[in-house]
C-alpha cells in the first residue's frame, strides 16, 4: 500500500466519522450545521408528502446493503439525487460505491451481449 492510499483512507474514515456525528440532526426540523448544503423546495415539489421537506442536507454515513461496507454520502450528493434526479424523498442509497459500479458494469455487459444477439438474429435472417 502507497502512503497516498493511506492518506486516501484516513480522509475517508474522518469523514466517516464526521458524518455520524451528524446522524442525529433531523435536517426537516433543526437548523441547518455548519458545512450543510441548503435544500431547494421548488426542486423538491415533486415530492407528493404531507410530510415536511428537508430544509438543507448533511454526509450521511450509510451501510452497503450488498456488501456492508460503510461509506459517506455526502450531501451534494444528497441533493443532486434528491433535486436533479428527482429521486423520492423517501428513497436512500443503499449500496456504496464499488458496488454501484459493479452492478452498472453488470447492466453494460447484459445489454452488449443482448444487442449481440439481437445483430446475429439479423444476420441469420439473411439483411
Ligand atoms: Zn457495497
Known sequence: ???RDTKEQRLQESRLKRAKALAGIDPRRDPPPPGAVLADHAELAHNNTYDLLPKFYVDRAIVC????TE??????KQKWWYEVAKGNINTDAVLCRSCRESKKAQRAEARRVHLEGVAKKRAKHGT
Open 65 to 68: 446493503r450488498q456488501c456492508g
Open 1 to 3: 500500500m502507497t502512503s
Open 71 to 76: 461509506e459517506v454520502w455526502l450531501a451534494e
